[in-house]
């Protein structure tokens, strides 16, 4: 590929959704890539397709993992804050005996002293609105972690979007170079990376076929029967 064309060049894009992937040159954050190394292959509008289709797929199963990861981790944070917050409304702490000993050593003459632990919480009266004020704080909590959560979920994506672009860029790039190598053809080439973005569907659960279902496969007509046979699909129109 030529400096020129600036095959890899990166910006944030906004991330496609399966639904929404279109076979337009100008709507794919793929179509720089694809039009500068290969603007005369028939199959041009299938790769568009497909690429967009990937990487929307693959952006979804990685926010996806990231996120339960985190919530996990931040609902662990916040169950240990708020059970604090509501047993010292609902539950007693009885000391039987106070250490002064700020550097961590038993006090002389208290090894065998023993301090009550904090109790479990636990409702004890209605009377007094104990049971009121920890429903309510349980609201409050959720909300906010809902909150955060999307916050959070706004960042990840963010980031993975960045990071699985300039992959499917990578992946890409380096199908049309390692293709060009045994291939003069342009039609060729564009068939030979169309096998790997296949490839690469079936690794996350996107059925090509469907992607390009009532879609227009090819720019000529002659080069259909070229693609139906990466997708392995004879009757498919």
């Known amino acids: 590929m030529s400096s020129t064309s600036t095959p890899f060049s990166f910006s944030a894009p906004a991330t496609p959704s399966l639904s929404s992937t279109s076979a337009s040159p100008s709507s794919s954050p793929f179509s720089p890539l694809l039009t500068s190394s290969l603007p005369h292959a028939s ?9 967009d289709a990937l990487y929307a797929a693959r952006v979804e199963l990685e926010v996806k993992k990231e996120m339960a990861t985190l919530s996990g981790s931040l609902r662990d944070e916040w169950k240990v804050r708020v059970g604090a917050v509501k047993a010292s409304w609902m539950a007693r702490w009885i000391p039987e005996l106070e250490l002064e000993d700020d550097e961590g050593e038993e006090d002389e003459g208290a090894t065998d002293a023993k301090v009550t632990p904090l109790l479990p919480p636990t409702i004890i009266s209605d009377a007094d609105g104990t049971a009121a004020m920890s429903s309510q704080v349980d609201a409050s909590v959720e909300r906010e972690f809902g909150a955060r959560i999307l916050e959070a979920e706004g960042r990840v994506r963010s980031a993975v979007s960045s990071k699985e672009r300039m992959e499917m860029e990578l992946l890409i790039g380096c199908a049309i170079l390692e293709a060009q190598q045994e291939h003069d053809s342009p039609n ?27 879609r227009p496969l090819v720019q000529e007509e002659e080069d259909v029967e070229g693609v ?10």
């Open 43 to 51: 199959s041009l509008p299938a790769l568009l397709l497909l690429a």
């Open 188 to 214: 060729d080439v564009a068939l030979e990376v169309l096998a790997v973005l296949i490839n690469a569907c079936d690794e996350v659960g996107v059925e090509a076929r469907e992607v390009l279902a009532d």
């Open 228 to 237: 139906r046979k990466e997708l392995g699909e004879s009757n498919l129109e």
